[in-house]
C-alpha cells in the first residue's frame, strides 16, 4: 500500500451561487492562504475557471493542491427552472395497496410534463415486517418498458418499504437495463430517500431526471481542472453540509440540493468559532437564515419542498428571504418597496454605486456608512429612498431572526457579499457578529467539510436489536467511505432509535449517520 503524500496539504473549496462564485485555498492548518468572490456566468465554467484562477495565482505552489470541494445550486436551479431534465419512467411497486395516491399525482403540471416519461402502479411491495402486499407483477413492468422504449432516458423505481426489503427494487432495476439497455440511468428508492413512500418517490425521480445537470457541473470542474494542470481529488457537497465523492455525486445528484446553505453555515461556525448561533448568509439575491446546534446546521423537522415537490432527505432548516445586495429598491408613487426583484450578478453594472441606473439595497448600505464600495455620487441624489428601503430590510432581518431564534437569544453570526446590509443590533441576537473571510463562508465550509454516510430502516422488535443496529453502522460507515471518507477515522455521529406504534408486530426505526475526514492521496 502507497504512503498517502501528505505534502499535497492544500485544498480548494468553490461554492457556485445565482449571483457569484466563490473560491479559497485552505492549507494543513485550515488557514486561509487565498480567497476570491467572481460572479457566476451563465455557463457555469466561465465563472468557475476566473475564481479558480485568482486563488492558483495566490499561492506559490498549485502543485500542494491535492483536493477540489465543489458546492452548486445546479440542481435546485435546474429543477426550479424546469430545464436539464432527462426524461423518466417512474415504477411504484406497491399496488392495489398505494392506488389513492398515483405517482407525481400532485406535482406541478409544467415539472411533471418536463421530466416523465410515463408512470407505473404495479404490483408488489412490502409490509412494515418484510411479508410481500403482492407478487411482483413483471409482466406488467415489461409492457410499460416497451411503451417508453426511445422515450425514456432514466427509470426511477420506488417500493413500499424498500428501506427493509430492497429485492423487487433490484429485480426491476435489471429487468430495465435488460430492455433499455446496460447503460441506462436508474435510481433506486432504497438508496436515496428515507421511509416515506410519496416523497422517497419523488427524491428519486428527481435524482433520476437530474443526472445530465451532475454530469455538466463535473465536466465543468474537470475542464477547469486540467487547464490549470491540476490532479486534485474532486468532491461535492451535499444537503447536510458533508461531502461525497465525484462518482458518488454522479449517482446521486438530489443530494447536492441545498449543499449551499449548508455550507454557509458550517463555514460561519468555523470561521467564528461559535458552535451554537444562528447564521445570516445575505448574497446578491437572498439571504439564508439558519441555526447551528453544536457546530452543525439544524436540521429540518418538515418535508422540504423543491420545484413544488414534497422530499424526505434530510435538509438544513434554513428560511430564506429577498433580501441581498442586489435587491431592487423601488419607489411607486411615494411608496417604498424592497424587492423581491433582484439585478443579481449585474449588480456592478446596474446598481448607482457602480454607475447604474437601479436603486439597490447595496447603494443604500454605501449611503449609510455601511460600507465603501463603488462610488456615492450617483446614489445621493436618491438618498430618501433608500435610507426607506435601508429601514425596510432592517426590519425584515429583524423578523427573520426572531422567527429563526425560537425565544433563545444566540449570538448571530453574518456572512456573505452582503454580510454589510446587516443592522448592528438586533433584539434576540446577543450580539452581531462578522467574521473574517465572511464574504466566502460558503466556500470555506465546503473546504472543511467531512464526508458522510447516513442508513434508515425499520427493523421489527422481535430480532436482535444490537445486531441490527450494528448492521445499520456498519452501513453508514460502508456508504461515508463510498462518500470519500478515510476508512480508519469513521466515526458514527448520530444514532437514533424510535419506536413505531398502531402496527401489527412493534417495530424500531434505527436511523445512523457515519462521518470521517476525507481519506489521503
Known amino acids: 500500500m502507497s504512503t498517502p503524500d501528505r505534502s499535497r496539504d492544500l485544498r480548494i473549496g468553490i461554492d457556485v451561487g445565482g449571483t457569484n462564485t466563490d473560491a479559497v485555498v485552505l492549507d494543513g492548518t485550515d488557514k486561509v492562504l487565498a480567497w476570491t468572490k467572481q460572479p457566476t456566468s451563465d455557463d457555469v465554467t466561465g465563472g468557475m475557471r476566473t475564481a479558480l484562477a ?49 405517482p407525481l399525482h400532485v406535482w406541478p403540471a409544467d415539472l411533471r410534463q418536463a421530466l416523465s416519461a410515463g408512470e407505473l402502479l404495479a404490483g408488489g411491495g412490502n409490509l412494515i415486517d418484510g411479508r410481500p ?44 437495463r435488460e430492455m433499455l439497455g446496460p447503460d441506462i440511468v436508474i435510481s433506486m428508492s432504497h438508496e436515496i430517500g428515507q421511509l416515506g413512500l410519496i416523497q422517497r418517490e419523488n427524491s428519486t425521480v428527481l435524482n433520476a431526471a437530474l443526472h445530465d445537470v451532475a454530469q455538466d457541473v463535473t465536466s465543468a470542474l474537470d475542464q477547469v481542472l486540467q487547464e490549470r494542470g491540476l490532479s486534485a481529488s474532486t468532491f461535492f457537497a451535499q444537503n447536510d453540509g458533508t461531502l461525497m465523492a465525484m462518482e458518488f455525486a454522479a449517482r446521486y445528484p438530489v443530494l447536492t440540493i441545498g449543499s449551499g446553505p449548508a455550507n454557509s453555515i458550517r463555514g460561519a461556525a468555523f470561521l467564528s468559532g461559535h458552535q451554537d448561533a444562528i447564521v445570516a448568509d445575505v448574497g446578491g439575491t437572498t439571504t439564508d437564515f439558519g441555526v447551528l446546534v453544536n457546530g452543525l446546521p439544524r436540521e429540518s423537522s418538515a418535508a422540504v419542498h423543491i420545484g413544488g415537490v414534497a422530499t424526505n432527505f434530510r435538509m438544513p432548516d434554513v428560511m430564506a428571504i429577498g433580501l441581498g445586495g442586489g435587491t431592487i429598491i423601488r419607489n411607486e408613487e411615494g411608496l417604498i ?36 464600495i463603488g462610488s456615492s455620487s450617483r446614489a445621493t441624489s436618491r438618498r430618501d429612498d433608500l435610507a426607506a428601503g435601508l429601514g425596510i430590510a432592517d426590519e425584515m432581518f429583524r423578523d427573520a431572526v426572531d422567527t429563526m ?56 422488535a422481535n430480532q436482535d436489536r444490537q445486531s441490527n443496529i450494528d448492521h445499520a453502522c456498519e452501513t453508514a460507515r460502508q456508504r461515508a467511505v463510498q462518500a470519500g471518507a478515510d476508512p480508519a477515522s469513521v466515526e458514527i455521529v448520530e444514532l437514533v432509535e424510535v419506536p413505531l406504534t398502531y402496527l401489527p408486530e412493534p ?12 481519506a489521503w492521496l
Open 133 to 176: 402486499i403482492a407478487p411482483l407483477d413483471v409482466e406488467a413492468i415489461r409492457a410499460f418498458l416497451g411503451r417508453v422504449s426511445g422515450v425514456a432516458d432514466a427509470v426511477a423505481i420506488t417500493g413500499v418499504f424498500s428501506p427493509i426489503i430492497a429485492d423487487q427494487e433490484r429485480e426491476v432495476a435489471e429487468i430495465a
Open 337 to 372: 418597496r424592497v424587492g423581491p426583484q433582484s439585478v443579481g450578478h449585474q449588480l456592478t453594472s446596474q446598481a448607482l454605486i457602480f454607475g447604474g441606473e437601479t436603486a439597490t439595497l447595496s447603494d443604500a448600505g454605501v449611503i449609510a456608512g455601511r460600507a465603501s
Open 405 to 460: 431564534s425560537l425565544g433563545k437569544a444566540r449570538p448571530l453570526i453574518v456572512v456573505g457579499g452582503g454580510a454589510f446590509l446587516a443592522p448592528d443590533h438586533i433584539p434576540g441576537a446577543s450580539d452581531v457578529i462578522r467574521p473574517d473571510h465572511g464574504d466566502v463562508a460558503n466556500a470555506v465550509g465546503a473546504a472543511i467539510a467531512l464526508a458522510s454516510g447516513r442508513w434508515d430502516v425499520i427493523v421489527p
Open 507 to 518: 417495530a424500531t426505526r434505527v436511523s445512523v449517520k457515519a462521518a470521517g475526514p476525507l
Open 54 to 102: 485568482h486563488v492558483l495565482n495566490g499561492i506559490e505552489d498549485p502543485s500542494r493542491v491535492s483536493r477540489v470541494m465543489l458546492g452548486t445550486t445546479a440542481a435546485t436551479n435546474a429543477i426550479v427552472e424546469r430545464r436539464r431534465l432527462r426524461k423518466v419512467a417512474v415504477i411504484r411497486l406497491g399496488a392495489p395497496a398505494t392506488s389513492s395516491i398515483m
